[in-house]
């Protein structure tokens, strides 16, 4: 399996949700990866994903909208986390 990361974009915004990544996957591109990382946790990867505001609860409901099976989704999971550390690291070494 081919994977190169195509773009991240980290968000400072205090919250789980520290980037969204683009990355090339075999002849595919899949926008919108996100990592996520809870305070003194690991980061994982979450795929794209759909959200809603339910008409009765108001409340916001999330769903998939792709389904990979588990062992490409390991490899993706660690090429982006990959790819997400060593900018992070980058950054930090060398800020704006």
Do not use: C
Not at 2 to 25: Q, Y
């Amino acid at each position: 399996m081919k994977i190169e990361i195509l773009e991240i974009r980290f968000l400072d915004t205090g919250k789980p949700l520290k980037a969204f990544v683009n990355a090339l996957v075999n002849d595919w591109v899949v926008r919108d990866f996100r990592i996520i990382q809870q305070d003194g946790q690991r980061a994982y990867v979450m795929p794209p994903q759909v959200s809603w505001r339910d008409t009765d609860s108001g409340a916001i409901k999330y769903k998939g909208i792709l389904t990979i099976p588990i062992e490409e989704k390991q490899m993706i999971d660690i090429a982006i986390l990959s790819a997400y550390q060593r900018e992070k690291e980058r950054l930090d070494a060398h800020p704006r």
